[in-house]
């Protein structure tokens, strides 16, 4: 069965921490995308990568930053957590860049920040 | 960048058929056109995906008219577990999802 694993459902943070959200999939796909879904706004792209090192702005980029070092993992950072921050995290994979293939989503990450 | 409209919510009763239509007036040449569904506290799984005309699977079918400007999801006799919100997407290299069409099945 294929797999997005998110490192956890839950998470709390203090306003000016730096986080780290991770996200792991085990079916070799080369891409990855970090959103947030906040209510009434669906689901908003942060950041996404078609390749090992690379990365490439999301439409809500502003406050975040990537990594991605190893094909199976894609790291969402938060340099300085603020209360505006707090909601559900989304990660996914899918193993083309273009068109026809399917998107594989974790079960997400919610965020509060205090 | 395609974008894609679709409504906010709709309302339906247990047994009946559901059709969700999305516009995507700029979609491209090679741009497939993909409808996802999400339950709450999960994250969205793919239901059905196509290019032109019609394609059907166990979930649903979507209906792609020959213009590509617009597609229709159907679900045929939706019930209570049908309940969630689904998202039309012209997928391109960015894979944005907009709002989604929020379905609410009654019994």
């Known amino acids: 069965d294929v797999k997005v694993t998110q490192s956890s459902r839950y998470l709390v943070k203090r306003t000016g921490e730096k986080v780290f959200l991770e996200c792991v999939q085990d079916m070799d796909h080369e891409n990855m995308f970090w959103y947030r879904q906040d209510p009434g706004l669906g689901l908003r792209l942060i950041y996404f990568?078609?390749?090992?090192?690379?990365?490439e702005k999301g439409d809500i980029p502003e406050g975040y930053s990537v990594s991605r070092e190893k094909k199976e993992r894609f790291s969402l950072i938060l340099e300085s957590a603020s209360t505006n921050q707090t909601s559900m995290y989304l990660c996914?994979?899918?193993?083309?860049?273009?068109?026809?293939?399917?998107?594989?989503f974790g079960q997400g990450t919610r965020l509060t920040v205090v | 960048l395609a974008k894609t409209t679709q409504p906010i919510s709709m309302d339906s009763y247990e047994g009946q058929e559901v059709n969700i239509t999305c516009s995507h007036n700029n979609i491209a040449t090679n741009d497939y056109i993909t409808w996802y569904q999400q339950f709450p506290s999960q994250g969205p799984r793919f239901i059905i995906q196509g290019y032109k005309t019609k394609v059907t699977n166990e979930v649903a079918s979507l209906f792609i008219p020959a213009d590509r400007k617009s597609s229709t999801l159907s679900l045929p006799r939706v019930s209570l577990s049908d309940t969630a919100v689904y998202y039309c997407l012209v997928v391109d290299y960015k894979l944005s999802f907009g709002a989604g069409t929020t379905v609410t099945v009654r019994a």
């Open positions: 996914a994979s899918s193993s083309n860049p273009d068109s026809n293939t399917e998107a594989f």
């Open positions: 990568s078609y390749d090992v090192k690379m990365k």
